[in-house]
């Protein structure tokens, strides 16, 4: 199982950026992908964006051209960087990896909490 952690969440005014970091130590060494999903309380998670262990990227058309997933393999570390940000974005923001069973399994970490507010 590759668990996940996630940062990077915070208070930003609409139009404004951040970068959210995921943290999951084994997920290049277990040659995983990762998605970043977002919720907010009571609603079903959503997917966002994806990135293969081949680097191909998918975004959720709300967010393409917005949002840009990375990832380092030095770090073991998916980053998922937000710009023009809106009011919609407001969510818990998480990720979890997938692939190979190696990589799947643990449960999800608690996110981290984007707000997007003037």
């Known amino acids: 199982q590759v668990q996940t952690e996630e940062s990077g969440g915070g208070l930003v005014q609409p139009g404004g950026s951040l970068r959210l970091a995921c943290t999951a130590p084994?997920?290049?060494?277990?040659?995983?992908?990762m998605h970043w999903y977002r919720h907010t309380p009571g609603s079903q998670r959503e997917w966002v964006a994806s990135?293969?262990?081949?680097?191909?990227?998918t975004y959720l058309s709300s967010v393409g051209g917005r949002f840009t997933i990375s990832r380092s393999r030095p770090k073991d570390t998916v980053y998922l960087q937000m710009r023009s940000l809106k009011p919609e974005d407001t969510a818990i923001y998480s990720c979890?990896?997938?692939?190979?069973?190696?990589?799947?399994?643990?449960?999800w970490g608690p996110g981290t909490q984007v707000t997007v507010s003037s």
């Open positions: 990135i293969r262990r081949d680097d191909t990227t």
């Open positions: 084994g997920f290049t060494s277990n040659g995983c992908g």
């Open positions: 979890k990896a997938y692939g190979r069973s190696s990589c799947e399994g643990a449960p």
